[in-house]
T-cell receptor, first 110, second 114 residues
Framework: DQQVKQNSPSLSVQEGRISILNCDYT??????FLWYKKYPAEGPTFLIS?????DKNEDGRFTVFLNKSAKHLSLHIVPSQPGDSAVYFC?????????FGQGTELSVKP | NAGVMQNPRHLVRRRGQEARLRCSPM?????VYWYRQLPEEGLKFMVY????????ESGMPKERFSAEFPKEGPSILRIQQVVRGDSAAYFC????????????FGPGTRLTVL
């Protein structure tokens, strides 16, 4: 039972444009949602999070939007840079543990 | 401030052997979590520990897997009698509290079972 889903395995974007990564969830009891970035052979690195009581959080080039009625969140990266190329995981908290989506591989082309 | 340390980074075992994976959390962090990433999949929660206590082991396979976080020393994930299906990347994370969900991950241990 996949409680957190990322339906796009990959995304390709031109440098300087906006990258939009999407995530859907099924459990309305999740407290926080987070985005992690992962390079091959490394551990995930925390990017940005949002509380379930908010609908937007911004940090530099990264903005996360939460739509609770649709059980959907998205990560916007503006402008996209080649160094952003990585696998992005969304995650939700449940009693301390993180429930991860399957990941979306972002490729930003120069 | 050193990050989360995991060792070994790579571990090769033959079927039936034991695997021991170690994790030292960030300084000041008393919450430790273990996750497993199978090939072509996302990270799956295994176990959540605080010093000397297992808080949540709902993601641990019922047999052959165990975890501990003693008062002194690193957290250990132990896999007995490994099988080929145990081949995966095992990540440890730590946090200072349980609250906001932000966890800091180590580089992972890549276990290969021959």
């Amino acid at each position: 039972d996949q409680q957190v889903k990322q339906n796009s395995p990959s995304l390709s974007v031109q440098e300087g444009r906006i990258s939009i990564l999407n995530c859907d969830y099924t459990n309305s009891m999740f407290d926080y949602f987070l985005w992690y970035k992962k390079y091959p052979a490394e551990g995930p690195t925390f990017l940005i999070s949002i509380s379930s009581i908010k609908d937007k959080n911004e940090d530099g080039r990264f903005t996360v939007f939460l739509n609770k009625s649709a059980k959907h969140l998205s990560l916007h990266i503006v402008p996209s840079q080649p160094g952003d190329s990585a696998v992005y995981f969304c995650a939700a908290t449940q009693g301390g543990k993180l429930i991860f989506g399957q990941g979306t591989e972002l490729s930003v082309k120069p | 401030n050193a990050g989360v340390m995991q060792n070994p980074r790579h571990l090769v075992r033959r079927r039936g052997q034991e695997a021991r994976l170690r994790c030292s959390p960030m300084k000041g962090h008393s919450h430790v979590y273990w996750y497993r990433q199978l090939p072509e999949e996302g990270l799956k929660f295994m176990v959540y520990l605080q010093k000397e206590n297992i808080i949540d082991e709902s993601g641990m396979p019922k047999e052959r897997f165990s975890a501990e976080f003693p008062k002194e020393g690193p957290s250990i994930l132990r896999i007995q009698q490994v099988v080929r299906g145990d081949s995966a990347a095992y990540f440890c994370a730590s946090s200072p509290t349980e609250g906001t969900g932000e966890q800091f991950f180590g580089p992972g241990t890549r276990l290969t079972v021959l």
